[in-house]
Every structure is written in structure tokens, then in C-alpha cells.
């Protein structure tokens, strides 16, 4: 059984650059999770959705940070533009709603 | 959600049991107690979660106090493969807070040979 899936897994990219990570949840859950860890920070939560609605995102670092979630099977978390600062690795987790949150091995971003 | 508090680190020898202490004085009669480990480069795995019971599934067992201010998890045969980040999470999966996990630094658990 699969879990979540993230892509890619590693991303080097130059500032200024737009980055999309993202993230297949586990089939049947209907609520997925961005992540973002740091060693500063730790690990904190950006947004979540439920039934594909973004519910709450106040943990979105600002208006560079945009998410989507098309379908019940994918979401993205872009970056436009990168800045060295949003280097970190960033973790999409899904569960069924109410229930315990699954995470995927995450995407390890360096914004050079 | 409560706040939690744990070590900030534990060793254990290989093949004993390692106990994870983690206090949650404030904890609200709805919250469950979640564990978590992470493992060095990989994502937060999911370990075991209670209310008020003791619970016990293959990877581990949770102790909660009576007065669910405290719990313990137990790693009953430490291996070298246990050696991890542990977060103990005091999470109302149901409430207004749903979905915060809020992980906090946690205890590093480290198994030697």
C-alpha cells in the first residue's frame, strides 16, 4: 500500500526561480498537510484542506507561498520568486479527516 | 492545543526497553496523546495515540497516568533502527485546532550496540 508521495525530492534551484513541490496522498484520505521543517523553526504547518478546500493557511510564510489541491489525488506547494530563506524541507502529509496524519519523506529545497 | 514537555535526550541499550517520558499537565479532556518519531533525512512516522486507556500495537506501548497529565511510551526491544527524533503531540484531531499538529523538539533517542 502506498504511502504519501512526494516529488521531487531534491531541488536545487537560484533565487528568483519558481519552485513546485508535490504531493499524491494516501488514496482515500481526504485531508493533506504542508509542512515545512528548519533547523530554526522545527517543524511548523503552512496549510491544510479538506475535500480539496484550503481551510486554513495561516501558516503560509507570505504571498511568494501558494498552494493548490485540483483533485483529491494531488496537490502543489509553489514558490514564485525563491528566496535563499525558503530553504528547508518541506513534508505533505494526508489523513482521513479527524483521524491520524500519514507523512510523506518530503522534498529538501536549496534556494542558493 | 496543550503543551507537552519531554527530555531533550535518552540513551538505551540495544535489545532493552526504552521509556519516553512526556508531560502534558495541561492536557484537555479532548485531546488525544500522539507519538511520533523521525528518523534522520525521512519524514515524521506515526507510533501510537491514546485518550485515557493504556494502548499497545507492534511498534509500541502507551502508558497515560490516571490523571492524563503524563504518559509514557515504551519501545519494549530497542534496536539501533529506534534510534530517532520521538515527539510527544497533545492533538485534538476533532476540534477547531484540527490539523495543527505542533511538534516541539522533541526527545533524541539514541539505541547503542
Known amino acids: 500500500d502506498a504511502g504519501v508521495i512526494q516529488s521531487p525530492r531534491h531541488e536545487v534551484t537560484e533565487m528568483g526561480q519558481e519552485v513546485t513541490l508535490r504531493c499524491k496522498p494516501i488514496s482515500g484520505h481526504n485531508s493533506l498537510f504542508w509542512y515545512r521543517q528548519t533547523m530554526m523553526r522545527g517543524l511548523e504547518l503552512l496549510i491544510y484542506?479538506?475535500?480539496?478546500?484550503?481551510?486554513?493557511d495561516s501558516g503560509m510564510p507570505e504571498d511568494r507561498f501558494s498552494a493548490k489541491m485540483p483533485n483529491a489525488s494531488f496537490s502543489t506547494l509553489k514558490i514564485q520568486p525563491s528566496e535563499p530563506r525558503d530553504s528547508a524541507v518541506y513534508f505533505c502529509?494526508?489523513?482521513?479527516?479527524?483521524?491520524?496524519?500519514?507523512f510523506g519523506p518530503g522534498t529538501r529545497l536549496l534556494v542558493l | 492545543d496543550a503543551k507537552t514537555t519531554q527530555p531533550p535526550s535518552m540513551d538505551c541499550a540495544e535489545g532493552r526497553a526504552a521509556n519516553l517520558p512526556c508531560n502534558h499537565s495541561?492536557?484537555?479532556?479532548?485531546?488525544?496523546v500522539y507519538w511520533y518519531r523521525q528518523i534522520h533525512s525521512q519524514g515524521p512516522q506515526y507510533i501510537i495515540h491514546g485518550l485515557k486507556n493504556n494502548e499497545t500495537n507492534e511498534m509500541a506501548s502507551l502508558i497515560i497516568t490516571e490523571d492524563r497529565k503524563s504518559s509514557t511510551l515504551i519501545l519494549p526491544h530497542a534496536t539501533l533502527r529506534d534510534t530517532a527524533v520521538y515527539y510527544c503531540i497533545a492533538y485534538n484531531a476533532g476540534g477547531t485546532s484540527y490539523g495543527k499538529l505542533t511538534f516541539g523538539q522533541g526527545t533524541i533517542l539514541t539505541v547503542h550496540p
Open positions: 495541561t492536557i484537555s479532556g479532548n485531546e488525544y
Open positions: 484542506f479538506n475535500n480539496n478546500v484550503p481551510i486554513d
Open positions: 502529509a494526508s489523513s482521513s479527516t479527524g483521524t491520524t496524519q500519514y
